[in-house]
Nanobody, 126 residues
Framework: QVQLVESGGGLVQAGGSLRLSCAAS????????MGWFRQAPGKEREFVAA???????YYADSVKGRFTISRDNTKNTAYLQMNSLKPEDTAVYYC????????????????????WGQGTQVTVSS
């Protein structure tokens, strides 16, 4: 089992940047496929980005070209670099992990993931 702790959220003006971190417990971080999701008030949690065990990435159309997901297996940490932020990016951001997706495969649905962090708030002002 893995525990996930997000950090790096905050308040930023439109056009600004933030980098979210997701620190994972345990010694098998490299075995997990990782994902980032977000949930705005009154909306369902939605997929943002994912990275496979082998480092392949996939993004929601709404963030493609602006966000970058990465991982550092030596630090047991996944990252979400968010540039050119827009007010519509305002949400609680969650990282997620799973052992069930192997190799280069990527999960883009909530059901793909078994473990979730507590979330970090990102607010983008106009």
């Amino acid at each position: 089992q893995v525990q996930l702790v997000e950090s790096g959220g905050g308040l930023v003006q439109a056009g600004g940047s933030l980098r979210l971190s997701c620190a994972a417990s345990g010694r098998t971080f490299s075995s997990y496929a990782m994902g980032w999701f977000r949930q705005a008030p009154g909306k369902e949690r939605e997929f943002v980005a994912a990275i496979s065990r082998s480092g392949g990435t996939y993004y929601a159309d709404s963030v493609k070209g602006r966000f970058t997901i990465s991982r550092d297996n030596t630090k047991n940490t996944a990252y979400l670099q968010m540039n050119s932020l827009k007010p519509e990016d305002t949400a609680v951001y969650y990282c997620a992990a799973t052992l069930s997706i192997s190799g280069s495969l990527i999960g883009i649905t909530r059901l793909s993931y078994d473990y979730w962090g507590q979330g970090t708030q990102v607010t983008v002002s106009s």
